[in-house]
Nanobody, 127 residues
């Protein structure tokens, strides 16, 4: 059974930072592209950032320059460093894995390409 376990969510004031982590098995980590998605109440799920097996990232325009996705090979973990957070970043954040580990560009941010999902971690940014 594939497991993706997110951690690191919480509440922060506008302008603050949070770091999300997603732990998974070594097989998934070494074979899949990994992504972070978010869903706010009443809104559709949207792709935030993704990273392929070559370590090449993709970002939504709304988070470019503020969020950084990275792989930690020693821990089979994908991290999302979120800086300069805004109230509009408030959402449930989900980690996901997509087969075919070499996604690129906007394809990486489409939820339809991902077949494994974590339970989510809440991020709340207050003004």
């Amino acid at each position: 059974q594939v497991q993706l376990v997110e951690s690191g969510g919480g509440s922060v004031q506008s302008g603050g930072s949070l770091r999300l982590s997603c732990a998974t098995s070594g097989y998934i980590y070494s074979s899949y592209s990994m992504g972070w998605f978010r869903q706010a109440p009443g809104k559709e799920r949207e792709g935030v950032a993704a990273i392929n097996l070559n370590g090449i990232p993709s970002y939504a325009d709304s988070v470019k320059g503020r969020f950084t996705i990275s792989r930690d090979n020693a821990k089979s973990t994908v991290n999302l460093q979120m800086n300069s957070l805004k109230p509009e970043d408030t959402a449930m954040y989900y980690c996901a894995a997509a087969p075919g580990g070499y996604c690129s560009g906007s394809w990486c941010l489409r939820s339809s390409g991902y077949n494994y999902w974590g339970q989510g971690t809440q991020v709340t940014v207050s003004s």
